[in-house]
């Protein structure tokens, strides 16, 4: 007979191994994508997406790594406690680690129009031309280009 809660540990395990893995393909792949270079299309997402703590993330997906190869030896020996309470201590610090990771994101969300001038004076000109273009309004409105281009002037 199966053991319904060693089941569910094993199934809540592996969605845990889950997490971790889709952070570290989110953390890589977006820093892969910052660095490829800028194009017109993603140059807005590549500004905002080169403050975020991918760094931090990445150290969090590692930890998951960790943390779900401690619950093996938990499984293998049901009788010893302590890997058991080391993994349990493991998935808390990765969830407290995970939850400031997304209050710093959340900060940092809220800051983005306190903080729009500051990164616009950091960028290139080519940034700034491409972020231009990107924002540009039809050309069926002057009066509005003009207006723009003056306040991103």
Not at 87 to 106: K, P, R, Y
Not at 118 to 130: G, R
């Amino acid at each position: 007979m199966v053991d319904k809660l060693l089941l569910t540990y094993l199934l809540v395990d592996v969605l845990f191994l889950g997490s971790g893995a889709l952070l570290a393909y989110v953390a890589i792949s977006t820093q892969r994508e910052i660095n490829h270079g800028p194009t017109i299309d993603t140059v807005a997402r590549d500004v905002l997406l080169d403050h975020a703590p991918l760094s931090a993330t990445l150290a969090n997906a590692v930890m998951i790594f960790l943390t779900f190869v401690i619950s093996l030896p938990a499984l293998a020996m049901p009788t010893n406690r302590a890997w058991l309470r080391l993994h349990g201590f493991l998935v808390v610090f990765s969830a407290l680690f995970t939850l400031v990771i997304g209050l710093v994101v959340w900060h940092m969300t809220l800051q983005t129009r306190a903080n729009l001038s500051v990164m616009w004076d950091a960028q290139p000109a080519q940034i700034q031309s491409f972020l231009q273009q990107k924002v540009r309004p039809p050309k069926r409105f002057p009066g509005i280009q003009r207006v723009l281009g003056l306040m991103l002037v």
